[in-house]
Nanobody, 119 residues
Framework: VQLQASGGGLVQAGGSLRLSCVAS????????MGWHRQAPGKQRELVAE???????NYADSVKGRFTISRDYLKNTVYLQMNSLKPEDTAVYYC??????????????WGQGTKVTVSS
């Protein structure tokens, strides 16, 4: 499974960005898709995830500002980020939890897309 993320960039505080991540390759079943981020000098953290069936989880710091969604036909996950703050500055990584037909479950990570929010 390969992941291609896009949509990062430079934006002023209060602005918006939309991240996209497309999964491709030998896909049998995607259990969950999500986004993590890692700011300079900090550990990587979960931002948002969407699980098969549509349930979602968000970090407290982004609730009410970020929205995760998924296009099941396109194997694509989106992260709409509104009201961005300088503390949202980080490299954002797409992650997919995938099951093979033999029941093996693995996480796949994208290459990361950088988001910079200026004050």
């Amino acid at each position: 499974v390969q992941l291609q993320a896009s949509g990062g960039g430079l934006v002023q505080a209060g602005g918006s960005l939309r991240l996209s991540c497309v999964a491709s390759g030998s896909i049998f079943r995607i259990n969950a898709m999500g986004w993590h981020r890692q700011a300079p000098g900090k550990q990587r953290e979960l931002v948002a995830e969407i699980i098969s069936g549509g349930s979602t989880n968000y970090a407290d710091s982004v609730k009410g500002r970020f929205t995760i969604s998924r296009d099941y036909l396109k194997n694509t996950v989106y992260l709409q980020m509104n009201s961005l703050k300088p503390e949202d500055t980080a490299v954002y990584y797409c992650v997919v939890t995938h099951s093979t037909r033999w029941g093996n479950v693995l996480n796949y990570w994208g290459q990361g897309t950088k988001v910079t929010v200026s004050s």
